[in-house]
């Protein structure tokens, strides 16, 4: 007989005689991995009998999933006993599989069937053990109509509903019947995912808050939360670790772990938004919503970058949650204190916590569904989920009487999880402390976690305003390279609520990052001091407006602007004052409340109650140990350090300050003047007079080096350099002439010395020549002679213990003369190239560094091509100087790639140098992993990094594409067998030698003698070249 989907329910029901205890003695624990191996015993079979038809029933059956996990296996199955105990192993790992199996199973009722087939004393044990192992498994809802529907198990007078292992006594004609609870759950759930679900950008970016795009979708943009130990933050804050020497753990993994979990962190890391998500994921999962549910819940953890394939990075697991979609309740602890604590003074305990729930629901109109959410609650348990103890005033003694509610509402609802937030500082105290929870610490977003969000983000902006997807993606890759490119920047999106704010000026308000940073720290300067200030309004029980706190410049009586002030002269004085320039500086509460009261015209605005008042406060100051308040971040101290510098003589006294201590001001200074400019644009060319009045000359201090240096970086960030006048753009030439001082500057850091390379990228690099290509503007266009003659190639073991093995032998090469670059090729002279020759490159990120850094993301076939365009502008052009005209018209010489013993008889000259600069390593005269820059820099920034013959950038920065071939020393000194190490046309199978080691290679790597090789169609971040002009063999 034919294989069917009759025949197959047919015999499923026949094998459910005596399943029970068949289960029982093959030692399978799980019902719905019984059921499931009942189910698919038959196909099994038919397979082993040859019948071939199952394929197409369970095929049919599965076509809406489109999976074929359970085709995979079947062939290998014998027994039911053996099914049942795969099955029971598997499932908690692999939800696909459970989707198949629901599948089956619905399609041959095998529930019903298997519950029908039971005695009646043993159905209440069947309805209590499945949908305890459906909850575990996260599939209830999907069976839960079956299980509690009309007609599943409560039938006919005096029978039992089952209701979540609640056993509910109902008559047929009772005012409630069982199956009425499923729809109020129902009801009470989806108030809760809906109200989950709403991302207000309110408390963010209130002036976009009413904009319909605005309203946002908290499962379209949520990005997993990490976590750390408290002990292990302390050991953070105090600077004993740092993030990278800590191991952090999801948050859900601990909600997962510890049944009572009190979750730690700053204001706007995320606690709220945790709390929201939970409830969302779990009311999400038992509607069986599309949008949210546990699969969401328990999504992987953003990976970092790594720089491998896509195809061999594997695959991130599911974060674990092992108790399916329990019952979310959601508490608002500001909210509870409102309406639901007893008076002052009395013990509060689990009755008025409970009392609070009920009279919630029946606000909603689902007082009806108190009765089922207890009896669920204290038998089977939930998630209570208790939000933001910190919110709750501690006048009064509030905290106190909610941690005894809470104390005692866990003893009596045993069987349920609990979530407890609270900011860090307002949970430190003992008193505070709830027994029998487990701490933890919300951890800063990684980058992992800051890409994610930008691109979670773009997705759901994109599809609100109906964007293509390669515009939303182009927007996310904008906001994600104006974060990186910034350390301050990617200091601030570390903290989520002020990610989303860049987020949103982002997308709203088209701000550009970081070039208007300063502008970005004032819009959230205004949203943390609205924070920080403003009134704490709840609900009473009667639904009313209730003033828990009033707004700080209210109960002052004071003008908020002055309240402002106060705060810009604490910043500062705080700033200049701070021992170490790391983290915040501490504001000392006296004088915080002794500038408040001063302000204050409210007579009844005593010390005690303003202290009381500031202690419950959390914006742009947070309490930070006994008398002692902070900022947020050092950027909102700087930047308010740096309005109070505005209005007090700008710009002498910032000049004067931060050239006497630039570390200290530098961002202040920068911060200062873009705040100035934006007031009036002319302010910017008064500060770089104050920071930087003469031309360099030899008398010029380090003072005078600081003032110049900040001076270009101003004028590099602030200034509109399009459109300068005759007056100042002397003054730019006078910035640029320092600039360049700094470059050879041997004393300058290094670090310091890129920023002030980057700065001349920004204002114009007068070293180059425009009208010559942006070649060099020397005599012989940046083209250094080498003289022929012998030198050294190698490594010799006994000198150079860091040598390769493919450095070996040291041997004697001879060279002809020759001319090399002085630098590598930058991107304004590659772009040239391209605009002229009309070039599609291979990767369009070559042109999207600075114009003076060196070209990257170029393969060895584009160096070839850039030199042959340049060998015929040089012999064409009638300024090209004479020794290059006689190489190039009369010798028929040309532009090429330096073999890499050219390159390395440039680098190390006749003596064998193991560095172009001697034998030791140094940070500070070349561009390497240890130097801290951490990306490719100016050319021509190393001055004491310089080789013998003059030649720049030899060690570090990028590694230089070279015309050999890859192969072993000793390199050939014949003709013959050099024009084969050197030959041009050979395969592309065959790797060409690069040199030089790049910026984030070890010391090991930048040595005069190190090689490397790669196919001539490969490219990277970190491959360039430079080039040579000789006479080929």
């Known amino acids: 007989m034919a294989f069917t989907l009759q025949t197959w329910q047919e015999k499923f029901k026949a094998s459910l005689a005596n399943w029970k205890q068949r289960m029982l003695a093959n030692g399978v624990d799980s019902i719905y991995a019984f059921l499931a191996s009942s189910a698919l015993l038959p196909v099994a079979q038919a397979i082993r009998d040859g019948d071939r038809a199952m394929l197409l029933a369970i095929g049919g059956v599965l076509a809406s999933v489109g999976a ?76 839960e109509a079956v299980l509690i529907g009309p007609g599943a198990i409560a039938q006919g007078p005096g029978a039992r509903a089952v209701y979540a292992q609640t056993y509910i006594e109902t008559q047929i004609n009772a005012d409630q019947p069982a199956f009425d609870l499923a729809h109020l759950r129902e009801s009470y759930l989806n108030r809760l995912f809906e109200s989950a679900r709403q991302l207000s950008l309110a408390g963010v970016d209130p002036k976009v808050a009413n904009d319909p795009e605005a309203h946002l979708h908290l499962d379209a943009v949520y990005t997993a939360l990490l976590t750390l130990t408290p002990e292990v933050h302390e050991r953070m804050l105090r600077g004993d670790l740092t993030e990278k020497e800590t191991r952090r753990q999801s948050a859900l993994e601990l909600l997962n772990r510890h049944p009572r979990l009190v979750l730690l962190g700053d204001p706007g890391s995320g606690k709220s938004t945790f709390v929201n998500f939970i409830a969302l994921c779990l009311a999400g999962e038992a509607l069986r919503r599309a949008e949210a549910g546990l699969t969401l819940l328990t999504a992987p953890l953003p990976d970092e970058e790594k720089d491998e394939p896509i195809e061999t990075k594997k695959k991130s697991k599911p974060q674990a949650w092992d108790h399916g979609a329990l019952l979310p309740v959601r508490v608002i602890l500001r909210d509870f204190a409102a309406r639901g604590l007893p008076s002052a003074g009395a013990k509060a305990n689990a009755s008025h916590l409970w009392q609070f729930l009920a009279a919630e629901l029946e606000t909603a109109c689902l007082a009806d569904y108190t009765a089922a959410l207890k009896n669920e609650l204290l038998q ?534 193991i560095y172009p600069w001697g034998d030791k390593p140094n940070p500070n005269v070349a561009n390497y992993n240890v130097t801290g820059i951490g990306a490719t820099s100016s050319v021509g920034c190393f001055p004491a990094g310089v080789s013998p013959s003059d030649c720049w950038d030899m060690s570090g920065n990028v590694w230089e594409w070279t015309r050999s071939l890859w192969e072993k020393y000793p390199y050939p000194n014949e003709k013959g067998g050099r024009q084969k190490r050197e030959r041009l046309n050979a395969p592309d199978d065959v790797a060409r030698v690069v040199r030089g080691g790049a910026f984030h290679y070890n010391r090991r790597s930048v040595r005069c003698a190190a090689r490397s090789g790669h196919y001539p169609y490969y490219w990277h971040f970190n491959f360039g070249f430079r080039v040579a002009a000789l006479l080929l063999l």
């Open 68 to 143: 074929n996990l359970i085709a995979n296996r079947i062939e290998a199955w014998k027994s039911e006993a053996e099914i049942a105990r795969e099955l029971e192993a598997a499932l908690p790992e692999e939800p696909d599989l459970r989707v198949e199996l629901d599948t089956i199973l619905e399609k041959l009722d095998a529930l019903p069937l298997a519950r029908q087939a039971l005695a009646e004393k043993e159905r209440e044990w069947f309805a209590q053990t499945l949908h305890a192992e459906l909850q575990r498994l996260g599939n209830w809802p999907r069976f």
């Open 380 to 913: 089977t348990g939930g998630l209570i989920l208790l939000d933001g103890l910190d919110e709750v005033p501690e006048a009064e003694q509030r905290r106190g009487q909610i941690k005894d509610a809470i104390s005692d509402f866990a003893a009596t609802f045993k069987n349920c999880r609990f979530l407890l937030t609270s900011r860090t500082y307002a949970y430190q105290k003992q008193e505070w402390r709830l027994p029998g929870f487990t701490e933890a610490v919300l951890a800063s977003f990684t980058p992992a976690q800051i890409r994610r969000f930008v691109e979670r983000w773009y997705d759901h902006i994109g599809a609100l305003r109906g964007w293509h997807a390669e515009k939303a993606q182009g927007n996310a890759e904008l906001l994600k390279r104006a974060i990186f490119k910034n350390d301050r920047l990617q200091a601030l999106a570390e903290r989520p609520l002020l990610l989303t704010l860049m987020a949103s000026l982002h997308a709203w308000r088209s701000g550009t990052l970081p070039e208007k940073r300063e502008e970005l720290y004032a819009d959230t300067v205004d949203l943390l001091l609205e924070k920080w200030e403003s009134p704490k309004i709840v609900r009473n029980e009667k639904g009313d407006p209730k003033i828990l706190q009033p707004s700080l410049a209210e109960w002052l009586r004071v003008d908020r602007q002055k309240m402002r002030d106060l705060l810009n002269e604490l910043a500062y004085q705080a700033h200049a004052a701070q021992p170490e320039l790391v983290g915040t500086a501490d504001v000392p509460e006296e004088k915080l409340v002794a500038g408040l009261l001063h302000l204050s015209n409210n007579p009844e605005v005593k010390q005690k109650l303003l202290m009381e008042y500031l202690r419950d406060r959390t914006g742009l100051l947070l309490p930070r140990g006994s008398g002692v308040h902070t900022f947020p971040h050092r950027t909102f101290q700087e930047y308010l350090a740096a309005c109070y510098l505005t209005d007090h003589d700008f710009p002498d006294l910032l000049a004067q300050l931060v050239k006497n201590d630039p570390n200290r001001w530098r961002e202040a200074t920068l911060l200062a003047g873009a705040k100035a400019s934006r007031g009036a644009a002319s302010t910017i060319w008064s500060l770089v007079d104050a920071l930087c009045y003469d031309l360099p000359n030899a008398a010029s201090t380090g003072k005078e080096f600081w003032g110049a240096h900040l001076a270009g970086q101003a004028l590099a960030e602030i200034a509109d350099l399009t459109r300068v006048s005759k007056r100042n753009q002397a003054k730019v030439q006078r910035v640029q002439q320092w600039l360049i001082s700094i470059l050879k500057h041997t004393d300058f850091p290094a670090v310091e010395r890129s920023h002030a390379g980057n700065s001349l990228a920004r204002l114009g690099d007068p070293r180059f020549r425009a009208d010559a290509w942006f070649l060099p503007d020397e005599p012989l266009l940046g083209f250094v002679e080498i003289s022929a003659g012998e030198f050294l190639m190698g490594s010799d073991k006994k000198k150079d213990k860091d040598a390769f093995d493919d450095e070996y032998p040291q041997h004697k090469v001879t060279l002809p003369a020759f001319y090399i670059a002085r630098y590598p090729v930058t991107v304004a002279q590659f772009q040239a190239f391209v605009e002229d020759n009309k070039h599609q490159p291979k990767d369009p990120r070559c042109l999207s560094g600075l114009p003076n850094h060196p070209v990257v993301y170029v393969t060895w076939h584009e160096a070839m091509a850039y030199c042959d365009w340049l060998t015929e502008k040089l012999r064409t052009w009638p300024e090209t100087p004479s020794p290059l005209t006689t190489l190039l018209q009369k010798q028929n010489g040309r532009i090429i790639l330096p073999s890499e013993a050219e390159w390395e008889k440039a680098a190390r000259g006749t003596k064998g140098l």
